[in-house]
């Protein structure tokens, strides 16, 4: 009985870091995809949201991994 419950434990803990893992990759992919179109918008639209150029470029050329 102790084995399988170990087994259970280890299972959910292997789980645990996949359901993270996963989780990192999507923030990380919708960074990228959201970084990409702010570096697309036009200038009248960067108005409309109150941005200047050089915030839209510093937030378009972070990094993925950096919020």
């Known amino acids: 009985?102790?084995?399988s419950i170990h087994s259970m434990i280890s299972f959910s803990r292997s789980f645990s870091v996949v359901g993270g893992l996963?989780?990192?990759l999507n923030t990380w992919y919708g960074r990228t995809q959201e970084r990409?179109?702010?570096a697309?918008?036009?200038p009248h639209m960067m108005k409309?949201?109150?941005l200047e150029s050089w915030q839209l470029?510093?937030?378009a050329n972070?990094?993925?991994w950096r919020a």
Do not use: K, S, V
């Open 36 to 38: 990409r179109r702010l």
């Open 1 to 3: 009985m102790e084995r």
């Open 62 to 64: 972070r990094p993925f």
């Open 22 to 24: 996963l989780g990192t």
């Open 48 to 50: 409309d949201i109150g």
């Open 40 to 42: 697309e918008l036009e």
């Open 57 to 59: 470029r510093e937030m």
